[in-house]
């Protein structure tokens, strides 16, 4: 395999010479400059990437840190990270939450992963990483930006959505259609995006005359066996409630699972809202009714700001995200109640 010594003496040229026609940085005459892409050719060189990078500076990778690699949620935004990664020619490298430590070690481990590899910018998605994290990264915090999470020490960098008003949101479609006895399956009340979701749910409920106190209510884990077993709890507590809450989709598919393993029509004797409009939510069945988070608005802007970061791109960043309600069949207007379970 050519290497850039056999370029540069092909061409007749200096190593220096070559290596600056190969990165495009610094000036040659334009007889040397075709003299040595006329050796690059006959040769058939590509540089390596270790190459490339010692040559421009830069990896042309981004590190992308995630807390698990698993379910539905994760894999749509992996996707819009990597499509616009690569129309910018440059490469996703991906850290994810394993072994040994609690959640922020395993952020810490996994980020400082991605910074050994040599990535030239990081995009951190997870609740779980501190300010003093961030601030222990020195002059690498200046290339990261985190989605669906603030840092105070670097707003700019920060992109997320509204998930209070999301909860909201929820709440009034199913007030909308005439619900007033609803439940709740909640996620990890440690995580700030599902405590601001179930605040915003919880407030619009009291602010149109719900006694909140008395709202059945289940912390679960955002998968879909947490939400069979917390919707299988649900009915086994007798109660009679027209209408369900599940703070992600993911739970919302494990409790339709479930009731319709239990005998429960939805939406006839129960309606039942999610939270994402993840991809599973329009293959549901019933197709479920989800509050729709511009999750791809809010990742592809957070990637443009990283890409103007690192690569002095100048492409355009915003940071309004719309939110909204998705209609679909899991989700009518109340009936007097649902039947008991036998």
């Avoid at 850039?4 to 495009?24: E, H, N, Y």
């Avoid at 910018?121 to 290339?143: F, I, N, P, R």
């Avoid at 020490?153 to 999301?166: E, K, N, W, Y």
């Avoid at 007033?180 to 915003?200: F, S, T």
């Amino acid at each position: 395999m050519a290497t850039i010594k056999d370029v540069a003496k092909l061409a007749g040229v200096g190593l220096g010479t070559a290596s600056r026609v190969v990165s495009g940085k610094g000036s040659v005459s334009p007889a040397t400059l075709a003299r040595v892409r006329k050796a690059i050719d006959e040769l058939g060189f590509r540089p390596s990437h270790a190459a490339r990078a010692l040559l421009s500076g830069s990896s042309r990778m981004v590190g992308v840190y995630i807390p698990v690699l698993s379910g539905t949620f994760y894999t749509p935004i992996l996707q819009i990270i990597d499509t616009e990664l690569r129309a910018a020619g440059v490469h996703m490298v991906l850290a994810f939450g394993v072994g040994l430590g609690d959640e922020r070690r395993q952020a810490i481990e996994g980020v400082e992963f991605l910074i050994e590899r040599g990535c030239d910018g990081l995009v951190v998605m997870t609740s779980a990483l501190l300010e003093e994290d961030v601030a222990a990264l020195g002059m690498k915090a200046g290339q990261l930006v985190a989605l669906n999470h603030s840092f105070a020490s670097i707003p700019d960098q920060c992109f997320t959505v509204d998930h209070a008003l999301g909860g909201r949101l929820a709440a009034r479609a199913l007030l909308d259609h005439k619900h007033r006895k609803i439940a709740v399956i909640e996620g990890p009340r440690r995580l700030a995006d599902n405590v601001a979701r179930v605040d915003g749910f919880m407030a619009e409920m009291a602010e149109q005359g719900i006694d909140t106190a008395r709202v059945w209510r289940m912390e679960s884990d955002f998968s879909p066996a947490g939400g069979w077993a917390a919707a299988k709890q649900m009915l086994d507590s007798g109660q009679g409630c027209t209408a369900l809450f599940c703070a992600n989709d993911e739970m919302a598919v494990g409790a339709l699972s479930y009731f319709q393993e239990a005998g429960i029509r939805v939406p006839h004797d129960l309606s039942v809202i999610g939270y994402d409009d993840t991809p599973s939510a329009a293959f549901s069945a019933p197709r479920l009714t989800s509050v729709h988070m511009p999750w791809r608005e809010m990742t592809q802007n957070g990637v443009n700001a990283l890409l103007n970061l690192c690569y002095d791109l100048r492409r355009t960043v915003t940071r309004e995200f719309p939110v909204s309600v998705t209609l679909r069949a899991s989700l009518a207007t109340a009936t007097g109640g649902r039947r008991k379970a036998a």
